[in-house]
């Protein structure tokens, strides 16, 4: 059973950087399509970065472009985002997902995806 684990959230100022990090366990890490996900308060959740199991074409959302960086290590077994100028607005837990099958389809929904972490928390704030 695939099972992920985010880490690397905190508190952060405005214009900041933080980097998270999802470590995948008892599956096949390398066969994965990645996604980053994010939740704020009284919001519905977001996409935010996908990377395919294959190929090298990231996929970000617009609030994303330019300032966050999705990457991954197949042997670590670990996917990245790399966050900077961070705004308030980024504030959101964030969570890790997989995509167990092949298919390279709606990667940037959410529903695509079929393993979730337990999600990080991402504060912007002076």
């Known amino acids: 059973q695939v099972m992920l684990v985010e880490s690397g959230g905190g508190l952060v100022q405005p214009g900041g950087s933080l980097r998270l990090s999802c470590l995948a366990s008892?599956?096949?890490?390398?066969?994965?399509?990645m996604g980053w996900f994010r939740q704020a308060p009284g919001k519905e959740r977001e996409f935010v970065a996908t990377?395919?199991?294959?190929?090298?074409?990231?996929t970000y959302a617009d609030s994303a472009k330019g300032r966050f960086t999705i990457s991954r290590d197949n042997a670590k077994n670990t996917t990245y985002l790399q966050m900077s100028s961070l705004k308030p607005e980024d504030t959101a837990v964030y969570y890790c997902a997989a995509r167990t099958s092949r298919f390279l389809v709606r990667l940037t929904a959410g529903s695509s995806y079929d393993v979730w972490g337990q999600g990080t928390q991402v504060t912007v704030s002076s």
């Open positions: 008892g599956g096949t890490f390398n066969m994965y399509t």
């Open positions: 990377i395919p199991w294959v190929g090298s074409k990231t």
